[in-house]
């Protein structure tokens, strides 16, 4: 089992920044991709960035160009740099890890994002 904690969201003004971090802890070596996911009221879940164990990255199209997703994997820790914040990044930002053959089973508890116009 992979434990997954998360810090770094809060309240933030349009055009702002904000980090998440994301510390992986148990079965790590299961991991073959971390990623973050958001969730907004009254919508789906969806992946915002994800980056393999190999160092490969991907983004959604709506935060392509002003987030940054990176690991250290000295620390078992993954990022997620926010740049040019606006409203309609606030969510839930979620931590997730992926293991082969399983998918996006392990997932952190969550942190707020609020962007404010």
């Known amino acids: 089992q992979v434990q997954l904690v998360e810090s770094g969201g809060g309240l933030v003004q349009a055009g702002g920044s904000l980090r998440l971090s994301c510390a992986a802890s148990g079965s790590i070596s299961r991991i073959n991709a971390m990623g973050w996911h958001r969730q907004a009221p009254g919508k789906q879940r969806e992946l915002v960035a994800a980056?393999?164990?190999?160092?490969?990255?991907n983004y959604a199209d709506s935060v392509k160009g002003r987030f940054t997703i990176s690991r250290s994997n000295a620390k078992n820790t993954v990022y997620l740099q926010m740049n040019s914040l606006n409203p309609e990044d606030t969510a839930v930002y979620y931590c997730?890890?992926?293991?082969?053959?399983?998918?996006?089973?392990?997932w952190g508890q969550g942190t707020q994002v609020t962007v404010s116009s």
């Open positions: 997730a890890a992926k293991e082969l053959y399983r998918g996006w089973v392990n």
């Open positions: 980056v393999t164990s190999g160092g490969s990255t």
